[in-house]
């Protein structure tokens, strides 16, 4: 592999890169009440916005390189695709995207009603709270790192037998 010049685009990779290896990356889920409006009307995120009443964090399943492709397989919303690239395509192709996958399944993640999902990164869990926790209560975490994405949300209803993928891209 050639030198490639120091810009934005290797510094947007190289926090890909630290991203991507962070190994604390989670996916949580919150705010039970209604939105205003009859019927509800769902807002856009705030810029500076936050889960209000975070119920609980998942730990990501996936959180690997992304790469626009019109082919790809990974569609968050239409007409936006991705493929997944390992790391060596993703250095060379200055990649900058990172894919964010967590499954809420339904004999691990609490049964509620939320509106709200985020994604989560360098989360630290309380001292005696295992490591490897996939899901961790908000009375588990110490410090909840930095909130990177937030997703507003018509009511999603979980009952005992629910199992909802989260997926995010975050361009980085």
């Known amino acids: 592999m050639g030198i490639k010049s120091s810009d934005v685009v290797g510094l947007r990779t ?18 039970d009440t ?3 409006g009859t019927p509800e009307v769902v807002p856009d995120p705030a810029y500076n916005g936050t889960i209000e009443k975070l119920v609980a964090l998942k730990r990501a399943d996936q959180v690997r390189y992304a790469l626009p492709d019109p082919n790809g397989d ?21 990649c900058r995207w990172v894919y964010v996958q967590a499954w809420f399944r ?3 993640f609490p049964i509620t009603t939320y ?4 994604v989560f990164a360098n989360v630290k869990l309380k ?16 410090n909840f790192g930095f909130f990177v994405n937030l997703s507003n949300l018509d009511p999603v209803v979980r009952d005992k037998q629910s ?10």
């Open 14 to 31: 190289f926090h890909a890169y630290n991203f991507l290896h962070n190994g604390s990356i989670f996916v949580g889920a919150g705010k």
């Open 34 to 36: 209604p939105w205003a």
């Open 74 to 94: 990974v569609e968050i919303t239409a007409g936006q695709k991705y493929r997944l690239v390992d790391e060596a395509e993703a250095i060379e192709n200055n």
């Open 106 to 108: 339904y004999d691990q």
């Open 115 to 118: 509106r709200q999902t985020g």
């Open 127 to 142: 001292e005696g709270v295992p490591a490897n926790k996939d899901v961790a209560l908000p009375a588990d975490v110490e």
């Open 163 to 172: 199992r909802e993928s989260i997926e995010y891209i975050i361009e980085l």
